[in-house]
């Protein structure tokens, strides 16, 4: 159990583990993620339901994006709701790794690190990127998980996250692993992005020249090439990242349309797509009026408490009164 989710292990029909995750923003200690995080774009309230659907849809995205692009994530399964559901890891998280008990933390430092700068050069920035949430097995297999916090390079704040990602890690293996890296190990922003963008350019090149050099492409041919090359290189676009540049209405649609578009295909597993649920407008609304009805009850149950209390000190008045009245008698 999280400050914003529940894991549960299940099993499919087929014997295999997966792991279902239940988002649930909102809890005591994490009412300030209305602040923390974006989630909400254009609208100036929403549901803890409304926002923990959201949460879990931004992590489907992600993990998917970034599972089908080489990185060590979970496999990405199925969502639906405020719930995603994704395959077991081996192995346990990072930070139950006894102090100065890692192998060799100096070969597993540079996978975290080379990670990072990974993602970077693909537009995206993990935010959340620590001990907590990396996955380690017996055999030095590093995963990352917990993605729906994750912004763009292009995002106002992606420089300090990205300093504050490298700064855990380094800080981690300094003090717990004994393992202090050189200088040159710490990777800087401004060089990763430098780099990413120099690749860009240099792969543009290179699918343009393809499509001009090629025979019945066609202009219009290569222009698709190029632009999806480029659409699989930038992350960030391709999932609409935080800080990414666009708008309210169109980072709605591209949810609507991906999750439409899950439903349409179904989970990965192979079974049927579901039906489609008509539950956009109205259950939002019936969230806010469940939420607005947990506030009226919270208030009832306040103002019962204070009539329990003002009743309890006038029957203390009255056994004063009572006992004064046998005193004299």
């Known amino acids: 159990m999280g400050k914003e989710s529940?894991?549960?292990?299940?099993?499919?029909?087929?014997?295999?583990?997966v792991i279902l995750k239940f988002h649930r923003l909102g809890r005591v200690s994490?009412?300030?993620v209305?602040?923390?995080?974006?989630?909400?774009?254009?609208?100036?309230?929403?549901?803890?339901?409304?926002?923990?659907?959201l949460a879990a849809l931004r992590e489907y995205a992600f993990m998917k994006a970034l599972h089908a692009n080489g990185f060590p994530t979970p496999t990405p399964i199925d969502q639906n709701r405020h719930v995603v559901l994704m395959s077991r890891v081996e192995g346990f998280p990072m930070f139950q790794v006894k102090q100065g008990n890692m192998a060799e933390p100096e070969r597993v430092f540079p996978v975290c690190i080379d990670l990072i700068v990974r993602m970077a050069r693909r537009g995206l920035v993990h935010c959340d990127f620590n001990e907590f949430n990396l996955m380690i097995n017996e055999g030095g297999r590093v995963t990352l998980i917990d993605f729906p916090q994750m912004i763009s390079t292009s995002h106002a704040n992606a420089?300090?996250?990205?300093?504050?990602?490298?700064?855990?890690?380094?800080?981690?293996?300094?003090?717990?692993?004994?393992?202090?890296?050189?200088?040159?190990?710490?990777?800087?922003?401004?060089?990763?992005?430098?780099?990413a963008q120099a690749a860009r350019t240099a792969r543009a090149a290179r699918v343009a020249a393809a499509a001009k050099g090629g025979?019945?492409?066609?202009?219009?041919?290569?222009?698709?090439?190029?632009?999806?090359?480029?659409?699989?290189?930038?992350l960030d676009e391709a999932v609409k990242a935080s800080g990414y540049n666009?708008?309210?209405?169109?980072?709605?649609?591209?949810?609507?349309?991906?999750?439409a578009e899950r439903r349409r295909n179904g989970p990965e597993?192979?079974?049927?797509?579901?039906?489609?649920?008509?539950?956009?407008?109205?259950?939002?609304?019936?969230?806010?009026?469940?939420?607005?009805?947990?506030?009226?009850?919270e208030g009832e149950e306040r103002e019962e408490d204070g009539a329990e209390e003002s009743c309890g000190g006038e029957e203390g008045a009255g056994g004063d009164e009572r006992t004064d009245e046998e005193t004299e008698r």
């Not at 292990?9 to 087929?14: D, L, N, P, R, S």
């Not at 923390?36 to 409304?50: P, T, V």
């Not at 050189?182 to 992005?193: A, G, R």
């Open 159 to 195: 420089k300090e996250m990205f300093e504050r990602d490298v700064n855990c890690v380094v800080k981690f293996f300094a003090m717990k692993m004994h393992y202090v890296p050189e200088e040159e190990e710490i990777p800087k922003f401004e060089e990763v992005l430098a780099e």
């Open 30 to 32: 994490f009412r300030a």
């Open 269 to 297: 597993t192979g079974e049927p797509a579901e039906e489609e649920e008509e539950e956009d407008d109205d259950s939002e609304e019936e969230d806010e009026e469940e939420e607005q009805e947990e506030e009226d009850e």
């Open 246 to 259: 666009v708008s309210a209405k169109e980072e709605e649609r591209f949810l609507d349309a991906f999750e």
């Open 215 to 234: 025979e019945g492409g066609g202009r219009e041919g290569g222009e698709e090439v190029e632009e999806e090359e480029e659409r699989g290189w930038n």
């Open 6 to 17: 529940d894991i549960y292990v299940a099993q499919t029909e087929a014997g295999d583990e």
């Open 34 to 53: 209305k602040n923390k995080r974006d989630y909400l774009q254009h609208r100036k309230s929403a549901s803890w339901l409304y926002m923990s659907r």
